[in-house]
């Protein structure tokens, strides 16, 4: 069993910056790949980011260049760096635990409560 717990959501102006993390409890997190989904209010689940176990990562288009994933696997947790934020940024963040690096949603075994980020234009 991994809990994820998000935090760092919050309201921001279009071009800053947030940075949320997603704390895990369990031991085995580092062998776990992680992604970052966002759900905006009437829209599916779409994918953001992911990083595998080993560092690497892949990110959606529409991220690419402005967002950054990371991990650490000491202190079990993943983070997402948002910069040039935009107002279709704004949505609901889940950050997610798979066995195996996914772009889909339903490659995730567990997911957090989520976070809100919203961008004002």
């Known amino acids: 069993q991994v809990q994820l717990v998000e935090s760092g959501g919050g309201l921001v102006q279009a071009g800053g910056s947030l940075r949320l993390s997603c704390a895990a409890s369990?031991?085995?997190?580092?062998?776990?790949?992680m992604g970052w989904f966002r759900q905006a209010p009437g829209k599916e689940r779409e994918f953001v980011a992911a990083i595998s176990w080993g560092g690497g990562s892949t990110y959606a288009d529409s991220v690419k260049g402005r967002f950054t994933i990371s991990r650490d696997n000491a202190k079990n947790t993943v983070y997402l760096q948002m910069n040039s934020l935009k107002a279709e940024d704004t949505a609901v963040y889940y950050c997610a635990a798979a066995q195996t690096w996914a772009v889909r949603p339903e490659k995730y075994d567990y997911w957090g409560q989520g976070t809100q980020v919203t961008v004002a234009s």
């Open positions: 369990g031991r085995t997190f580092s062998s776990y790949a």
